[in-house]
């Protein structure tokens, strides 16, 4: 199993940048895929990126795309998300998650961080 913390969230400006860490423990980070998901209130946890677990893939929903990158540090057992040009639609608690598999899909994450709250301010 693999632990997950995240931090980083906050308030910010519509327009400001704000970035992510997710710091893992237990079994070898190098060895997971690991994504960011994101829920706003009264909506469904949706997916924001992807990383496999080398790094060499990643994939980005399209409302993102262009404005958020998601990267890691194997070395550093630490996941992040930088994420720019923020909206007031970005307002949402932001998990991230970890998977086994090489190429997982957004319903293939089986472990998952307790949250940080980003609220973009218009």
């Known amino acids: 199993q693999v632990q997950l913390v995240e931090s980083g969230g906050g308030l910010v400006q519509a327009g400001g940048s704000l970035r992510l860490s997710c710091a893992a423990s237990?079994?070898?980070?190098?060895?997971?895929?690991m994504g960011w998901f994101r829920q706003a209130p009264g909506m469904e946890r949706e997916f924001v990126a992807s990383?496999?677990?080398?790094?060499?893939?990643?994939d980005y929903s399209d409302s993102v795309k262009g404005r958020f990158a998601i990267s890691r540090d194997n070395a550093k057992n630490t996941l992040y998300l930088q994420m720019n040009s923020l909206k007031s639609e970005d307002t949402a608690v932001y998990y991230c998650?970890?998977?086994?598999?090489?190429?997982?899909?957004?319903?293939?994450?089986?472990?998952w961080g307790q949250g940080t709250q980003v609220t973009v301010s218009s």
């Open positions: 237990g079994r070898t980070f190098s060895s997971y895929s």
């Open positions: 998650a970890a998977s086994g598999v090489a190429d997982p899909t957004e319903f293939e994450f089986e472990f």
């Open positions: 990383i496999a677990w080398r790094g060499a893939k990643t």
